[in-house]
């Protein structure tokens, strides 16, 4: 994991080796966010976040594995529950379920989740409100043999859930782990529909076949003016696009839809059979895409590589970031949310901003400024005009 981490030159980040059968933990974060560290074990890490006004607290927790160790689990939760008062996210594998409900397959002991509930329970913790398929866990066993667990989960307290009220926690489709991942998304998307991706001509399809003469269609249904012979460019390019460069994308999304159903069925022989079958064939679709990227990438730095642009320092990178505002806040200290709440917000301020008060009162203003009309020049130009003056002026 720390090779990882050095590798992402965006990111701080904390590593905790395996020892046994306790796996390593990680915790990674952008470099722009404020997040302080606070303590770490082989079963927790504990941060500090400040966000503009905004001050809490996230935890990375994993319960132990062995249920004789398990009480261990939640003395530590509560230690940690009584080191801060700040609203609190724990989030990641608890290695235990709450209710009977949160399994399929095999059988749990009562006393275990009431051991769990009543460490929530003394804590305030509470589920963030989740989506996807429920159980994050599963020992990719077949039939009888097969067990799933929902012991991946994020919980909050009420003042963190006050804080970040839209807060949702996605479960991922399982790929080649035994677990789920977890994508936990803060605040409410933005209300209106989908917003139109706009157009970006990527420097990796020069050479591509097809582009060029996709280039040159655009130009022939262009109308002589540049503005539309480029938006006709675009367009053909996409189309392009579409049916050129898009297939490992389009067979990548067609093999996850078939994953989805496969985690979400039955577990007999053909199926966990089937399912490694469509893990192995999406791991070679991910590699065959990193591989073109990194072909190419490395055939236009081989060509262009002396241009020194900034390009060429991505290399090919993604370029797809969305310029998204989640929330506003007004002068009032309220969050304005959705696209209509913020763009109300947006042009109320622009209008204040340059809207003008009309002031009446000039004088203490003119006071401190320097005078450049002097006396002499403002009576010769407060003069009436002589007829002799004017016919200069005229001829």
Not at 101 to 106: D, Q, V
Not at 331 to 353: P, Q, T, W
Request: glycine share 8%; aromatic share 12%.
């Amino acid at each position: 994991m720390r090779r990882v981490r050095e590798k992402l030159d965006g990111y701080y980040g904390i590593d905790m080796d395996s020892a046994g059968r306790s796996r390593g933990l990680a915790f990674m974060w952008k470099k722009e966010f404020d997040c302080s560290f606070v303590s770490a074990s082989m079963h927790h890490m504990d941060f500090r976040v400040r966000e503009g006004e905004k001050e809490w607290r996230v935890t990375g927790f994993y319960g132990w594995p062995d249920v004789s160790d398990r009480h261990l689990s939640w003395d530590l939760l509560r230690l940690l529950n009584g080191q801060s008062s700040l609203p609190w996210l724990c989030i990641r594998d608890f290695n235990e379920i709450l209710y009977s409900t949160e399994m399929k397959g095999g059988s749990r002991a009562q006393w275990q989740m009431n051991n769990f509930q009543a460490a929530v329970d003394f804590c305030g913790l509470r589920d963030v409100a989740w989506e996807g398929y429920a159980f994050t866990y599963d020992n990719g066993q077949a039939g009888d043999n097969n067990r799933q667990r929902m012991i991946d989960r994020a919980m909050c307290s009420e003042a963190w859930l006050e804080m970040f009220p839209y807060a949702k926690n996605f479960h991922l489709d399982r790929e080649w782990s035994d677990h789920a991942s977890l994508k936990l998304i803060f605040y409410r998307r933005e209300i209106g529909g989908k917003t139109r991706s706009r157009f970006r001509f990527e420097q990796v399809w020069v050479g591509e076949e097809g582009c060029e003469e996709a280039v040159c269609r655009g130009v022939e249904k262009g109308q002589g003016d540049l503005v539309s012979t480029i938006q006709a460019c675009a367009k053909e390019l996409q189309a392009w696009k579409k049916i050129s460069i898009g297939k490992t994308n389009r067979a990548l999304e067609t093999k996850h839809r078939q994953l989805t159903r496969l985690n979400e069925g039955d577990r007999s022989d053909v199926a966990v059979q089937k399912r490694r079958k469509l893990i192995a064939e999406i791991a070679g679709l991910y590699k065959q895409e990193e591989q073109y990227w990194r072909q190419r990438s490395r055939a236009l730095w081989l060509k262009d590589g002396d241009r020194n642009t900034k390009f060429f320092h991505s290399k090919a990178g993604e370029r797809k970031r969305k310029n998204y505002i989640p929330l506003l806040i007004d002068d009032d200290g309220r969050e304005c949310i959705g696209n209509e709440e913020v763009a109300k917000l947006v042009v109320d301020y622009f209008e204040g901003l340059f809207k003008s008060d009309e002031p009446t009162n000039f004088n203490e203003v003119l006071l401190g400024l320097e005078g450049r009309v002097t006396d002499r020049m403002n009576r010769l130009l407060r003069m009436d005009y002589r007829e002799e003056e004017v016919v200069e002026a005229l001829n």
